[in-house]
C-alpha cells in the first residue's frame, strides 16, 4: 500500500488549502481513511477521519472549518481546509486503516503565516 500526499503549502491566515491523498495497492473505500497531523516534539494528532458509509468525525479544532471526502474514481481523500489558522501549522499526513493494519502516507507541510 502506498499513499501520497500533496496539496500543501503556504497559506495566509483565513486561507484555504486543499489536501489530497492518492492511494495505491488499496481502495479508499472499504477502509477507514484519516488525515492526522504534526508538529515539532509533539504526538500525531488525529484530524479527520472517513469510514463506511462516508461517516465522517473530525477534532473540536476543526470542525467546521475542515472537509474530508474521498473520490472513489481517482481512489483518493482529500482534506478540504477554510479559514486557516496559525495553529493548524503542522505536517499532514494520511492514513489507510483496515483491521489491526495502519498504512501512512510521507506527509505534506501546510504553513499558515498570520
Known amino acids: 500500500v502506498q499513499l501520497q500526499a500533496s496539496g500543501g503549502g503556504l497559506v495566509q491566515a483565513g486561507g484555504s488549502l486543499r489536501l489530497s491523498c492518492a492511494a495505491s495497492?488499496?481502495?479508499?473505500?472499504?477502509?477507514?481513511m484519516s488525515w492526522y497531523r504534526q508538529t515539532p516534539g509533539n504526538e500525531r494528532e488525529l484530524v479527520a477521519t472517513?469510514?463506511?458509509?462516508?461517516?465522517?468525525n473530525y477534532a473540536d479544532f476543526v470542525k467546521g472549518r475542515f472537509s474530508i471526502s474521498r473520490d472513489i474514481a481517482k481512489n483518493t481523500v482529500s482534506l478540504q481546509m477554510n479559514s486557516l489558522k496559525p495553529e493548524d501549522t503542522a505536517v499532514y499526513y494520511c492514513?489507510?486503516?483496515?483491521?489491526?493494519?495502519?498504512?501512512w502516507g510521507q506527509g505534506t507541510q501546510v504553513t499558515v503565516s498570520s
Open positions: 492514513n489507510l486503516k483496515r483491521g489491526p493494519y495502519a498504512f
Open positions: 495497492g488499496m481502495r479508499v473505500n472499504g477502509n477507514v
Open positions: 472517513i469510514a463506511s458509509k462516508s461517516i465522517t
